[in-house]
């Protein structure tokens, strides 16, 4: 594939600044039971490459599933005329310099092994069958997916790469129901337990406990009382930091919302240029970084899709925000520092700004701890719904599961828990921090933005963490 890729790059004919194509091969399963009949079995190949053309000033994109060399050349063409059109409309102009070389590999830590269909089938038929652990289940349902993601790229100016990500993205998850009464409890949410590896790591050392504890847990909130209303300390699991951080933290600092790209679309932000390096996020606690470099998160990679290195960079530190998620193109019309996030969900998108692995770094309260420093609160697991204005500024989130902390204890089983606040002001209240011991890292496969939309994996770590003074609610969802 490079000696192809190669070849038709330097036979290229246009007077373009840069040329660079990315092919991408996807194998994906999905496997899919609900109350013990199969939904789904299916698999998908797919294998194409976006050409990208910088010329006067401009990028210019083509697409083609004909990885032939007449076909990739006629795409540089392609390219190069929507580059040379779009150049009399230009918001900024841009040089080489947005692609500097690179070259390099990158290969997930663990390969997917091969399993048969019947197997998989069969461990998701007996997670549905454990689920039901009383006569009050009413659905189950199991879900196994996996890609086996193969990416080059090759560029005019010497860019040679080549990366395999290998991911299995899992979920289970049951409905209780007594009468009028239902309850939905999964393991984490849709697909949470999403990772880089192969199916060695599924069903893992502790499926089974996860299973009978989540349908314990749906029949569980059936009889438990509805989360009060109240304004008081509010403890999140790092499943629900999970969404925490992905919608009020990540989805902010995308740099092509904050220069407007995105607002007919996903929205804006209440993030502006100037407060970079100068403004207050949230407490001194809070420490944020960007992290495609850690081993089996969702996100993880060593190069974005233009070809930009990925390191560890700290986004907020000690509260103040430092840096934007935008890649080179970003980075540029703005002036502000970023990260290597340039990605794409597939070979037929162009890469714009996105988060990959966003993590909160954990600090030094063990769980027992939090939970004894707080007389009166709410504990609360596993996201469950969401809802935030276009400028990721007032938000509402519910949450599958509740406990009441009182006197540092612990104490009921609540349904139906939410909170509400606007995000400066829930991060200031950020009061306590757990240690590496409750840090845990979750996924998603279904981060939405882009028009065409692009639907991409981000990962993201946290720790248990507690906010002080938060609003939060009860009631059905």
Same mark, same amino acid.
């Given at each position: ?7 038709? !790059? ?13 092919? !991408?091969?996807?194998? $994906?399963?999905?496997?899919? #039971? ?32 004909? %990885? ?24 900024? *102009? ?19 092994? $091969? ?6 089938? @069969? ?22 997916? $996996? ?22 993205? &899992? ?13 939905? *409890? ?13 199916? @060695? ?8 406990? *996860? ?24 403890? %999140? ?29 996903? =929205? ?11 403004? &207050?996020? +949230? ?18 990679? +060593?190069?974005?899709?233009? +070809?930009?290195?990925? &390191? ?14 935008? =890649? ?29 692995? #966003? ?22 697991? &596993? ?22 902390? @009182?006197? =540092? ?38 981060? +939405? ?7 991409? *994996? ?5 720790? !248990? ?11 059905? !969802?």
């Amino acid at each position: 594939m490079h000696k192809l890729l190669s070849d038709v !790059v330097a036979a290229a004919t246009v007077s373009a600044d840069w040329i660079g194509i990315r092919t !991408v091969k996807d194998i $994906s399963r999905a496997c899919a #039971i609900r109350d013990a009949h199969p939904e789904r079995n299916s698999q998908h190949f797919g294998h194409g490459a976006m050409v990208e053309v910088l010329a006067q000033g401009q990028f210019g994109y083509s697409a083609t599933n004909n %990885l032939s060399a007449e076909s990739l050349s006629a795409a540089i063409v392609i390219a190069y005329n929507q580059a040379v059109a779009a150049s009399a409309w230009s918001v900024h *102009r841009f040089t080489p310099a947005a692609r500097p070389k690179a070259t390099g590999s990158y290969v997930s830590p663990h390969q997917l092994e $091969s399993i048969a269909p019947g197997e998989l089938n @069969e461990i998701l038929l007996q997670v549905c069958d454990r689920l039901k652990v009383s006569d009050k289940i009413a659905q189950t349902s199991a879900t196994a997916r $996996s890609h086996d993601i193969e990416t080059w790229f090759v560029s005019s100016n010497g860019s040679d790469i080549y990366q395999r990500q290998c991911l299995v993205e &899992t979920h289970f998850g049951t409905i209780a129901q007594d009468g009028p009464t239902t309850q939905l *409890r999964t393991d984490h949410g849709y697909l949470a337990h999403s990772y880089q590896g192969g199916w @060695e790591l599924f069903p893992g050392v502790d499926l089974w406990q *996860r299973v009978q504890q989540v349908g314990e847990q749906a029949v569980e909130l059936l009889y438990a009382d509805n989360c009060p209303d109240v304004a008081t300390t509010l403890v %999140l699991a790092p499943d629900q930091m999970m969404l925490q951080i992905h919608e009020s933290i990540g989805h902010p600092l995308e740099l092509d919302r904050i220069l407007g790209d995105e607002r007919n679309y996903a =929205g804006g932000s209440f993030i502006k240029l100037e407060d970079f390096g100068a403004l &207050t996020y +949230g407490s001194e606690l809070m420490n944020v970084t960007f992290d495609p470099t850690v081993a089996g998160e969702l996100a993880s990679y +060593g190069f974005d899709d233009v +070809g930009t290195p990925a &390191t560890r960079e700290y986004l907020i530190r000690s509260g103040k925000l430092e840096r934007g998620l935008g =890649g080179l193109e970003s980075q540029q019309r703005a002036q502000v520092p970023g990260v290597a996030n340039a990605r794409s969900s597939s070979w037929n998108r162009p890469a714009i700004d996105r988060m990959a692995n #966003i993590n909160l770094e954990p600090g030094d309260r063990s769980f027992g701890e939090i939970i004894a420093n707080i007389d009166h609160g709410i504990y609360m697991e &596993t996201n469950r719904s969401w809802s935030i204005d276009d400028q990721r500024h007032k938000f509402q989130f519910g949450c599958e599961y509740g406990r009441l902390i @009182e006197n =540092g204890q612990l104490t009921r089983t609540l349904k139906n828990p939410n909170y509400r606040s606007i995000t400066p002001q829930f991060w200031h209240s950020l009061s306590q921090v757990g240690d590496r011991n409750t840090w845990e890292i979750y996924g998603t496969p279904f981060c +939405g933005k882009g028009e065409p939309n692009q639907l991409i *994996r981000v990962g993201h770590g946290a720790p !248990v963490c507690a906010f002080d003074n938060i609003e939060v609610f009860g009631g059905a !969802v």
